[in-house]
């Protein structure tokens, strides 16, 4: 079955620094969803990719869809303590499944 | 508040009893998913429903796993006869469902935390 890895499972950095997780599919994506999950909380959605090679930006976030719509990446600029939490991708081959991966948690020293 | 609500948020148990968690979309939301998470890993998808209609169920939920949406509205999840195994986070999702699930947002509920003794 469809299988999503991220990585790193666990990024520590310091406050000011960037920050970078990857996702990889094992099959082709139709599309890929971003999600951020404090610690306590539940999931919440941050942005969807549907186009092949796309790139969105919102503040100090920026999201890439891979040219073959198998991989994605979420970069964060400048991190603020208020980014700590785990970053999940979840991608769809079939409408109306989405596999996650096992996400990435980040903490921010300040 | 008009988000994803479940209820209860917290159910302790004990070993072989039954269970049923519910459920309520954002009003408008055509489509409802169920997922189950344990620490340290992603929402595990378990099945999901377009209105009224369960399409698609995952094989890793097991004959003790049930779940209904009788009028398209909110659902519910029973377990039946719970292991220890089955103690985790069990989040719903609801979406607007466009049928090209392009764009497709889901919007996840707090979720209800199961404890299996």
């Known amino acids: 079955g469809q299988q999503v890895m991220q990585i790193p499972q666990y990024q520590h950095v310091q406050e000011g620094e960037d920050f970078t997780t990857y996702c990889n599919s094992s099959t082709t994506l139709s599309n890929i969803q971003w999600y951020k999950q404090r610690p306590g909380g539940h999931p919440v959605f941050l942005i969807q990719?549907?186009?092949?090679?796309e790139v969105k930006k919102q503040k100090r976030l920026t999201f890439q869809f891979g040219e073959a719509k198998k991989n994605s990446s979420l970069h964060i600029t400048a991190t603020q303590t208020t980014d700590v939490g785990t970053y999940f991708c979840?991608?769809?081959?079939?409408?109306?499944?989405?596999?996650f991966g096992d996400g990435t948690t980040l903490t921010v020293k300040p | 508040d008009t988000g994803v609500s479940q209820n209860p948020r917290h159910k302790i148990t004990k070993r072989g009893q039954n269970v049923t968690f519910r459920c309520d979309p954002i009003s408008e939301h055509n489509r409802l998913y169920w997922y189950r998470q344990t620490l340290g890993q992603g929402p595990e998808f378990l099945t999901y429903f377009q209105n009224e209609a369960q399409l698609e169920k995952s094989r890793l939920l097991s004959d003790r796993f049930s779940a209904e949406r009788p009028k398209g509205s909110f659902s519910t999840l029973e377990i039946q006869r719970t292991e220890q195994g089955d103690s985790a986070m069990y989040l719903c999702?609801?979406?607007?469902?466009?049928?090209?699930?392009?764009?497709?947002?889901?919007?996840f509920g707090p979720g209800t935390r199961l404890t299996v003794l």
């Open positions: 999702a609801s979406s607007l469902g466009s049928g090209l699930h392009v764009g497709d947002t889901q919007y």
């Open positions: 979840a991608g769809d081959t079939n409408a109306g499944k989405s596999t």
């Open positions: 990719l549907v186009k092949s090679g």
